[in-house]
Nanobody
Framework: QVQLVESGGDLVQPGGSLRLSCTAS????????MGWYRQAPGKQRELVAT???????NYADSVKGRFTISRDNTKNTVYLQMNSLKPEDTAVYSC?????????WGQGTQVTVSS
């Protein structure tokens, strides 16, 4: 059974930082492209960042320079370091594992940026 479990979401003030974690089980983690997506209330889910099996990263323009995605294949975990957070970053952040037709999602973790 495949599971992706996110953690690290919280309420944080504008300008603050958070680190999200997503730990996978039931898959060969190292051969999956891992990604973070987010969905704000009333909006469609959008890509935040991805990291390939070789470590190549890709970011949405809205988070470039503020967020960093990384992976630790020894821990089956992908991270999202979020700095300089803005109110518009408020959303449910979900982890994704993708390889060809295989596509798995976590249940998400809430990030709220507010003073």
């Amino acid at each position: 059974q495949v599971q992706l479990v996110e953690s690290g979401g919280d309420l944080v003030q504008p300008g603050g930082s958070l680190r999200l974690s997503c730990t996978a089980s039931g898959i060969d983690f190292s051969i999956y492209v891992m990604g973070w997506y987010r969905q704000a209330p009333g909006k469609q889910r959008e890509l935040v960042a991805t990291v390939t099996t070789g470590g190549t990263t890709n970011y949405a323009d809205s988070v470039k320079g503020r967020f960093t995605i990384s992976r630790d294949n020894t821990k089956n975990t992908v991270y999202l370091q979020m700095n300089s957070l803005k109110p518009e970053d408020t959303a449910v952040y979900s982890c994704n594992a993708r390889r060809f037709s295989y596509n798995y999602w976590g249940q998400g973790t809430q990030v709220t940026v507010s003073s």
